[in-house]
């Protein structure tokens, strides 16, 4: 049996080919399905199987496109409302595939359709090998239980305490544990940096599943819930009737800077794909950073949206496309062109560039009182720690935290090292904020300078 893990990192997702004598499963397939394609081809596959483990709130699944190009059938649990033809499976439903066994668990509370794959290989054994289990258990963590419309967090709760005790707990041990998402990702809270692990492990040090009544678990599953992203929403609707395939997407325009400045004057976002490092010394006036280098994908849905026009600036053609790749992973298909030859082509054409202001640990620490220290971590960050004074306003909720802030007085703004607390920079002068100030290498630098925190 063949079981690949494919990991996204801007996305912090993970997906799953399974195979054995010439057949093969997809799990949770990104948007841009020919990496499985091509490895099937390679390992001498056919690709008959896409599973779903849930529909997906923070990316757009390519399951409509992988299976209208392999003839493949889609899975997914019962109760998803899917509009697609698919089937829906449940406890008791299996697949054969060669040698392998996919045996599916419902498991709902991340979602109401969540389900887990148990994988058997007949070359093992008879036991189960590994669990595939999507958005349910993660390393470290489990499934934020917030993403339905029709049930409550604490029902959702409740369901995946069931889920996770009666289901998932009830295989041996020795189970690997497959999740579709890693650290960073937004279906968690606090998830581990493995990309797998074991029912064992799991069992002794993942916090949810320690001993505790349900209404513990759900108390502490609904207790500080990290903001949902509104984009979430849209690309479950998306996802349940199924994306149009990437080709159908119009080519990339490359655009003059005079023309950029026009759209952007009327309502275009204008989104800096170039590292900090590069934005902070000059940009765009009112243009959004967000650097490829990181989560790119997740943070462009929470802070720009999917109903947006953007318009890329990028370090080269590469970048560009690289960014339009990836922001069609999470739905946002409106990207209706690049900036001719970047900020050199804006600022040939005679337009003006800013500059954001930065400032080391040392440096602020003698401001104190002078500047106001806007703290764009998360709560949990925050709370093991943050600078004396500052004021938290984590990044997800930045636009809606920044309406009591002065827009005239000096506002620096940090993260843990550098890579949200440029975004944050970005969006409080597209707001109007007049010195916003970037913290050089964020709280890290903070603490290792040794400066007082609380």
């Known amino acids: 049996m063949i079981l690949e893990q494919f990991y996204l990192g801007c996305l912090a997702h993970a997906s799953y080919l399974i195979g054995s004598e010439g057949v093969a499963a997809v799990v949770d397939p990104q948007r841009d399905v020919d990496i499985y394609v091509e490895t099937a081809a390679r390992l001498g596959l056919k690709i008959e199987h896409v599973i779903e483990t849930h529909l997906h709130a923070d990316f757009v699944s390519g399951h409509g496109e992988l299976a209208a190009r392999t003839g493949a059938t889609i899975y997914l649990g019962k109760g998803s409302g899917a509009t697609f033809p698919h089937r829906a499976v449940g406890d008791g439903d299996s697949i054969d595939l060669g040698k392998c066994r996919l045996e599916f668990l419902q498991t709902p509370g991340h979602t109401v359709e969540s389900v887990s794959v148990v994988v058997k290989d007949r070359e093992r054994g008879e036991g189960p090998y590994a669990v595939l289990t999507g958005d349910t258990l993660f390393i470290g963590d489990v499934g934020r239980p917030d993403l339905s419309d029709t049930q409550t967090p604490a029902d959702l709760a409740r369901m995946l305490y069931d889920s996770l005790r009666r289901k998932l707990l009830a295989l041996p041990d020795d189970v690997l544990v497959y999740p579709a998402h890693g650290a960073g990702s937004m279906c968690g809270r606090n998830i581990g940096t493995e990309r797998s692990s074991t029912i064992g492990r799991e069992r002794r040090t993942n916090y949810a599943l320690q001993p505790m009544g349900q209404e513990q678990f759900v108390a502490t599953m609904t207790e500080d819930l990290p903001a949902r992203p509104e984009y979430f929403e849209q690309d479950v609707a998306v996802n349940r009737r199924g994306a149009p395939a990437l080709d159908s997407l119009e080519a990339l325009r490359v655009l003059p800077a005079a023309e950029v400045k026009k759209r952007q004057e009327q309502g275009t976002t ?48 590469k970048a560009a496309e690289e960014a339009r790749m990836r922001l069609a992973r999470v739905g946002m298909d409106r990207v209706v062109g690049v900036l001719e030859d970047g900020v050199a082509g804006w600022a040939g054409a005679g337009l003006p560039l800013v500059m954001t202001e930065q400032i080391t640990v040392q440096d602020l620490k003698e401001r104190l009182g002078e500047v106001v220290v806007v703290d764009v971590r998360r709560q949990t960050e925050w709370a093991g720690g943050h600078i004396a004074g500052a004021l938290l306003r984590p990044l997800d909720k930045l636009k809606s935290g920044m309406k009591d802030l002065d827009r005239g007085r000096a506002t620096a703004v940090h993260c843990k090292s550098g890579y949200r607390s440029a975004i944050a920079c970005s969006l409080l002068e597209a707001a109007g904020f007049e010195r916003t100030i970037n913290m050089v290498g964020g709280y890290d630098a903070w603490v290792g300078a040794g400066f007082e925190r609380e």
């Open 270 to 317: 204008v989104l800096d794909t170039r590292t900090a490092t590069d934005y902070l010394p000059g940009h765009i006036p009112g243009s959004i950073h967000i650097g490829l280098g990181g989560q790119f994908a997740a943070w462009a849905g929470a802070v720009i949206g999917l109903e947006q026009d953007v318009i890329v600036v990028a370090e080269d053609g």
